[in-house]
């Protein structure tokens, strides 16, 4: 463990300077006796008073027993249960205050695991296992003789949500953490932008027809600037780091190519709610990017307690202390739609929306099939029925555009989809020089 620079070629020393730590795994499987947390703790007190972020490699196989297992010589003569160690709540105190980078490669369980767990980000190699027990609990436990590699691959933990980033090796993971940390050091210098007129085309003439939202926030931000986190969880929400002309920001878009088309269900709410924090927490502006028929209904949704996980996206956004900027590319449903404004198109600095955009109550169709079902239903010609139902939705649809949308104040302005880089760049101009925050603007950042 130690105090280095992490960066130090972009930002300086000052800004560069980080704590790193690394279980061994070639002592004891990297385990944790006594001396160990004596030293862990000392680090991350010290990481505390400093204000340093921290870069943790969690590899080891968990606790030994307070000291008291045969690979421990000299296990502390007042311990019993091992349970009176100050780790876990250093590193829970430092979350909210400095960045905290987890770095998992090969077996990581039991209390290495739950320092993982702490950590604002995870990135794991893909040949990673993480458990919140490993083999010899899970036997001890009574439940089963179970091989390491069993227990927690990132075939099933980048899917369930708890990794962020999947790399291939340690090296990787280590410029992947570099990148990470590099958003919350400052602005960077020689940035490039994309060809913004391809945006004119990014969201196809039928409007039932499904596009890669990431191929527009990589187009949107600095090249090679976009790091996507938990990619392969909740894939109806994009959440990812970026920059726009050198400042960072969190990006939060609806995946309309998802299972959901879009819609906010329980883990694309939870997925964006927490996002939210850790933008809040190290005072980076957050841009959403619109296109969401809706929160996600139905019986099946609500098993998953959508009401709740739902309700995030409006208590953590009305009480963002950063910036907010939204740009509609094409629908805006409903409350889906307010959940991705902060709980209401005016709580961003600018909603602005491109000429795709449609805004409504709820889907259109359904509205239709709903509100005029008796009228409808009055017509006994099948042909008259159809007619009558294509000439209200028509109407419904021109009535929801942007370009309607626009005139009696919805939303502040519809632009030209290729000027949305410069309408964000010139949205972060306008707050930059903010004061930055004494301490903490956010007293913790949720681990899920």
């Given at each position: 463990?130690?105090?280095?620079?992490?960066?130090?070629?972009?930002?300086?020393?000052?800004?560069?300077?980080?704590?790193?730590?690394?279980?061994?795994?070639?002592?004891?499987?990297?385990?944790?006796?006594?001396?160990?947390?004596?030293?862990?703790?000392?680090?991350?007190?010290?990481?505390?008073?400093?204000?340093?972020?921290?870069?943790?490699?969690?590899?080891?196989?968990?606790?030994?027993?307070?000291?008291?297992?045969?690979?421990?010589?000299?296990?502390?003569?007042?311990?019993?249960?091992?349970?009176?160690?100050?780790?876990?709540?250093?590193?829970?105190?430092?979350?909210?205050?400095?960045?905290?980078?987890?770095?998992?490669?090969?077996?990581?369980?039991?209390?290495?695991?739950?320092?993982?767990?702490?950590?604002?980000?995870?990135?794991?190699?893909?040949?990673?296992?993480?458990?919140?027990?490993?083999?010899?609990?899970?036997?001890?436990?009574?439940?089963?003789?179970?091989?390491?590699?069993?227990?927690?691959?990132?075939?099933?933990?980048?899917?369930?949500?708890?990794i962020d980033i999947v790399v291939e090796d340690e090296v990787e993971a280590t410029e992947v953490a570099k990148k990470y940390l590099s958003y919350f050091q400052g602005r960077v210098e020689g940035w490039q932008d994309a060809d913004q007129a391809s945006l004119r085309h990014a969201v196809p003439e039928n409007r039932r027809a499904a596009y890669d939202v990431r191929k527009i926030i990589e187009t949107l931000a600095d090249v090679g600037s976009v790091l996507e986190l938990?990619?392969?969880?909740?894939?109806?929400?994009?959440?990812?780091?970026?920059?726009?002309?050198?400042?960072?920001?969190?990006?939060?878009?609806?995946?309309?190519?998802?299972?959901?088309?879009?819609?906010?269900?329980?883990?694309?709410?939870?997925?964006?709610?927490?996002?939210?924090?850790?933008?809040?927490?190290?005072?980076?502006?957050?841009?959403?990017?619109?296109?969401?028929?809706?929160?996600?209904?139905?019986?099946?949704?609500?098993?998953?307690?959508?009401?709740?996980?739902?309700?995030?996206?409006?208590?953590?956004?009305?009480?963002?202390?950063?910036?907010?900027?939204?740009?509609?590319?094409?629908?805006?449903?409903?409350?889906?739609?307010?959940?991705?404004?902060?709980?209401?198109?005016?709580?961003?600095?600018?909603?602005?929306?491109?000429?795709?955009?449609?805004?409504?109550?709820?889907?259109?169709?359904?509205?239709?099939?709903?509100?005029?079902?008796?009228?409808?239903?009055?017509?006994?010609?099948?042909?008259?029925?159809?007619?009558?139902?294509?000439?209200?939705?028509?109407?419904?649809?021109?009535?929801?555009?942007?370009?309607?949308?626009?005139?009696?104040?919805?939303?502040?302005?519809?632009?030209?989809?290729?000027?949305?880089?410069?309408?964000?760049?010139?949205?972060?101009?306008?707050?930059?020089?903010?004061?930055?925050?004494?301490?903490?603007?956010?007293?913790?950042?949720?681990?899920?």
């Amino acid at each position: 463990m130690g105090i280095g620079r992490i960066n130090g070629n972009l930002f300086g020393p000052e800004r560069a300077r980080c704590v790193a730590m690394s279980y061994d795994y070639t002592v004891l499987a990297g385990t944790q006796g006594h001396k160990n947390h004596v030293k862990t703790d000392r680090m991350l007190e010290v990481a505390q008073q400093a204000r340093l972020p921290v870069v943790f490699y969690t590899e080891g196989g968990g606790g030994r027993s307070g000291g008291t297992s045969p690979g421990d010589p000299t296990p502390p003569p007042t311990t019993v249960g091992g349970l009176k160690y100050r780790t876990w709540a250093h590193m829970g105190k430092l979350s909210g205050l400095v960045p905290l980078v987890g770095i998992a490669s090969g077996f990581c369980f039991a209390g290495n695991a739950v320092l993982l767990a702490l950590c604002d980000v995870i990135i794991a190699t893909k040949d990673s296992s993480m458990g919140i027990g490993g083999p010899a609990m899970i036997e001890g436990g009574g439940l089963g003789v179970h091989a390491p590699e069993d227990v927690g691959p990132v075939s099933v933990q980048g899917p369930n949500g708890v990794i962020d980033i999947v790399v291939e090796d340690e090296v990787e993971a280590t410029e992947v953490a570099k990148k990470y940390l590099s958003y919350f050091q400052g602005r960077v210098e020689g940035w490039q932008d994309a060809d913004q007129a391809s945006l004119r085309h990014a969201v196809p003439e039928n409007r039932r027809a499904a596009y890669d939202v990431r191929k527009i926030i990589e187009t949107l931000a600095d090249v090679g600037s976009v790091l996507e986190l938990r990619a392969a969880f909740a894939r109806s929400m994009v959440t990812a780091l970026a920059r726009i002309e050198g400042r960072a920001v969190g990006v939060i878009a609806n995946n309309c190519a998802s299972p959901t088309g879009g819609a906010v269900d329980s883990d694309g709410a939870d997925k964006a709610a927490r996002f939210m924090q850790l933008c809040n927490a190290f005072d980076l502006p957050v841009i959403t990017l619109i296109d969401v028929p809706g929160n996600m209904v139905g019986p099946d949704a609500e098993r998953t307690a959508t009401i709740r996980h739902c309700g995030r996206l409006y208590v953590i956004g009305a009480n963002l202390q950063v910036p907010m900027f939204s740009v509609v590319l094409r629908k805006a449903y409903g409350l889906g739609a307010m959940a991705m404004t902060a709980g209401s198109l005016d709580s961003p600095l600018f909603t602005v929306a491109w000429p795709t955009g449609e805004f409504a109550g709820m889907g259109i169709e359904g509205e239709i099939k709903l509100g005029r079902r008796a009228e409808l239903a009055a017509l006994e010609d099948l042909g008259q029925r159809r007619a009558r139902y294509e000439e209200l939705l028509d109407r419904a649809y021109a009535w929801s555009s942007a370009a309607n949308g626009a005139t009696v104040f919805e939303f502040d302005d519809v632009i030209d989809p290729a000027d949305t880089r410069q309408w964000l760049a010139m949205g972060l101009e306008s707050v930059a020089g903010r004061p930055m925050r004494e301490g903490k603007r956010q007293p913790w950042i949720d681990t899920w």
